[in-house]
Structure formats: structure tokens, C-alpha cells
């Protein structure tokens, strides 16, 4: 049996992945902004960010966004980029080395894939990319926000796209996670759902030897439903 104590940590983040956020400017230009806080539910993506920031700013004005998916190997320019704003001046609940950044593309050596005008640019460098449409934001306590969203066109690295389908097979995606302000990739896949979506194009595929048993794959009767995220 477990023994368990109270404690008061300083944040919750017991492990979600990473994101980066496009939104558009007032001047058009797009704004980058990493996001720990951020879940999907169907087409619903929900995402928390501080009120004083500049997608904060951008998504009340201009609600259209790209959610922008890295694997593992990124951590260096999320982290970089983390110390950057598109505000001017330097909001004062900011982190004491954050600085103002108008190109944070530039900034971090990245790639926008630009969209067409008023809408934001995708990051080339991101293995998928999830354009939204805000739908509501809550403005809640402690200069907290929480914005809502619809899904709408998802585009993904091919690399990581089963061929024929629209499904990522997760033993190539390798996702970026954020625990307690440090960053990890995947461990050893534990198990699978018993109603994930396993293509048959995986039941060629060998377990990994330090793969549990019941990691077995299952088929899917959806192969040819659209990319969604999940």
C-alpha cells in the first residue's frame, strides 16, 4: 500500500506535452508563444496561457491560431523561445530574463510556412500542425486564461503518417513533455486502448522486446477517416 503526504507544489504540471501557438499581430506578423497547458478533447483544444502575454492579446482581437506539435529533439528552441515576448514593454509578471522579440521565428532559427493574410504562419520545423478557431475565453483568477477552440485542418509529417491512412502511428511520434519544468520524450510504450486506432499495416510489425505483452495490436475499422486530433 502506498503512503501519501500533503504537499504544496509550486506548479501542477505532472506531464502534458509541449506546444507552440501562432496567432496573428495587430500589424499581421505571426507571434510564437510555448504552451504546456494545452489538451484536446474531439475537435475541442483547450489551452491555458497567461492574460498579460501577446497571444493572450492576439486571440481576444483575432481568434484564429495554429497549434504547433514538435517531437522530443526540440527542447533547446522551445526553451529558448520561452524566454521571449511580443509585448513591449516586457509585461512585469514576465520571467525576470524574458526579453522583447519581434521575429521570434528569427529568434529561434525557425521556418514560417506563411498563410494567407490575417491568418498565422505554421512553423516548418513541427511535425503537425492543428489550425483552430477560438470559440470562447475565459478570463479567470490569478492573470490566468483559458482559451477554447475549434479544430479545423491538421497537417502532419508524412514520416510519421501510417501510408493510405489518416492516422499517426504512435511508435514514430515522438512528442516533447513538460514535468515539473523539465522536458522528456516517450518511455517504453506500456499498452495499447482497447479502442485505439491500430491500422492493419501494423500487424507486421514485431514487439519491441522490452514491450509488454499486451501490447498487441488491434485492427482498426476507421483507416480512412479524416486526420483528427485525439
Not at 48 to 69: C, F, H, K, M, W
Request: glycine share 8%; aromatic share 6%; with cysteine.
Amino acid at each position: 500500500m502506498r503512503e501519501h503526504r500533503v504537499i504544496t507544489p509550486s506548479v501542477l504540471y505532472f506531464g502534458t506535452p509541449v506546444a507552440v501557438v501562432s496567432s496573428v499581430n495587430g500589424d499581421g506578423s505571426t507571434n510564437l508563444a510555448p504552451i504546456s497547458s494545452y489538451w484536446a478533447l474531439d475537435d475541442l483544444v483547450v489551452i491555458g496561457l497567461g492574460a498579460s502575454g501577446q497571444t493572450a492579446r492576439n486571440l481576444r482581437e483575432r481568434p484564429d491560431l495554429i497549434v504547433n506539435l514538435f517531437e522530443d529533439d526540440a527542447w533547446q528552441q522551445i526553451d529558448a523561445l520561452g524566454r521571449l515576448t511580443g509585448t513591449h514593454p516586457v509585461p512585469a509578471d514576465k520571467r525576470p530574463d524574458c526579453r522583447f522579440e519581434a521575429d521570434k521565428f528569427a529568434a529561434v532559427g525557425w521556418k514560417p510556412v506563411e498563410a494567407s493574410p490575417g491568418r498565422p504562419a505554421r512553423i516548418a520545423e513541427a511535425s503537425v500542425h492543428i489550425a483552430a478557431s477560438v470559440s470562447a475565453i475565459d478570463e479567470e483568477q490569478g492573470g490566468l486564461v483559458v482559451v477554447r477552440a475549434r479544430a479545423g485542418v491538421v497537417h502532419a509529417d508524412e514520416r510519421i503518417v501510417v501510408e493510405g491512412t489518416s492516422h499517426v502511428d504512435p511508435q514514430l511520434w515522438r512528442p516533447l513533455i513538460y514535468s515539473f519544468r523539465h522536458y522528456f520524450g516517450l518511455g517504453v510504450r506500456r499498452g495499447v486502448a482497447p479502442h485505439a486506432d491500430v491500422p492493419s499495416a501494423f500487424e507486421s510489425r514485431t514487439l519491441q522486446k522490452s514491450e509488454p505483452e499486451n501490447c498487441k495490436v488491434r485492427h482498426s475499422k476507421r483507416e480512412e477517416e479524416p486526420l483528427t486530433p485525439g
